[in-house]
């Protein structure tokens, strides 16, 4: 179900065109938005749908052709062509962006998303979300729509040049696809623009995945009953997206690298000597929002980012135990995901709240950089 018929007169991606102004969002509206049944990518996300993936693509399910008229195959050796799609695919960090039910990706410009960038590299691609804490006139984001990526400017940025060379043939597709998915850092910001991406892709090209940055800003804790089933972040915040989200990157196999780094947001000091605004929770490996972090395993390096913008009397007095619950936390996390897969390392006082996704799910089948800016 994408539109109401009785709308389509209106922009079937605003919120206006679900939502009334000024009168209460009416309840099977909202539910169809937390299903996500409209404006959202066609992917099945409920507890009780497949964690599989999309079936796999074989290229030589059917018979294929020599290239014997192709002179980049005819002349070139296989070691020449493999540089060849190094170049063509690069070493860059791509932006996984959600635009109208389509999962779509901007190349950076930049070599690499820094934890403490949290995409003002590429300002045309932060979720709406994020960029209402430092807004200035004319970025063209809007709050009218229900996607996470909204910049007017973001459709003519959108690129797909270098996945194109995977469309000439499926000789091309079988020795560069692998390629693409390995050499590039996937930055993402929005859980279910990555969720929806983990379940398009095939699995062989998702197990390809080396490094990924995650830019995460919380709207409330999760995993502590904290989300507001009325809000309008709640079918982009809730605890079963938080859940499946790191269930999907514990998924994958191949992953060496994960950067994760969390926007607090804003905080301020007011004149009754206490620090106002931005998300404050507890930064601790035995907190329940962290459990579901903890099913990832396997890899071979992991950084923890933490932004807090805050002026001179809120810096005073956050920074000591923020630095030093931070590095607590990605001291903690690193150990438990560094280690080897299905190894699971004692963590000294940690006592699980609750468990994880993946755990949840294995239990009734068999039982079985620290970066902190300035206002």
């Not at 005819?74 to 540089?83: G, N, S, V, W």
């Not at 996470?148 to 000439?168: G, K």
């Amino acid at each position: 179900m994408r539109h109401f018929d009785a709308w389509l007169l209106r922009d079937p991606y605003s919120i206006f065109h679900y939502y009334s102004t000024g009168r209460r969002w009416q309840e099977t509206v909202r539910d169809l938005i937390q299903e996500r049944k409209i404006c959202a990518p066609t992917v099945d996300i409920s507890p009780h749908a497949s964690s599989t993936s999309s079936k796999p693509v074989d290229p030589y399910a059917r018979p294929m052709a020599s290239q014997s008229d192709s002179l980049f195959f005819r002349k070139l050796p296989a070691e020449i062509r493999l540089i060849v799609y190094n170049y063509a695919f690069g070493d860059e960090a791509i932006h996984l962006v959600q635009l109208k039910g389509k999962i779509r990706h901007v190349r950076c410009k930049h070599p690499s998303s820094s934890l403490d960038r949290n995409r003002r590299c590429c300002p045309v691609t932060p979720a709406r979300w994020r960029v209402q804490e430092n807004r200035t006139a004319g970025q063209g984001h809007s709050d009218s729509v229900l996607y996470p990526h909204t910049h007017a400017s973001l459709p003519a940025s959108l690129s797909n040049s270098s996945v194109a060379l995977l469309r000439t043939c499926r000789a091309i597709y079988a020795e560069a696809a692998d390629i693409l998915y390995a050499n590039a850092v996937f930055d993402v910001d929005d859980l279910h623009t990555f969720i929806a991406f983990s379940l398009i892709v095939c699995p062989q090209r998702l197990h390809s995945i080396k490094r990924l940055t995650v830019q995460w800003m919380p709207i409330w804790q999760p995993m502590a009953g904290q989300e507001h089933k009325s809000s309008i972040f709640s079918h982009t915040h809730n605890d079963h997206l938080w859940a499946l989200f790191w269930a999907r990157i514990a998924a994958l196999r191949g992953l060496g690298q994960l950067h994760l780094s969390l926007d607090l947001g804003r905080f301020s000091g007011n004149a009754m000597g206490s620090v106002l605004g931005g998300k404050r929770f507890r930064l601790a490996v035995d907190e329940p929002w962290v459990a579901p972090m903890l099913c990832v395993s396997g890899l071979k390096s992991f950084e923890l980012g933490i932004t807090a913008r805050c002026d001179a009397y809120a810096r005073r007095v956050m920074e000591q135990d923020l630095c030093r619950d931070a590095v607590a936390l990605r001291d903690a996390l690193r150990e438990r995901m560094c280690s080897p897969r299905g190894q699971i390392p004692v963590v000294p006082d940690l006592q699980m709240k609750r468990v994880c996704g993946m755990e949840a799910e294995v239990e009734r089948k068999m039982r079985p950089r620290l970066a902190i800016t300035a206002a």
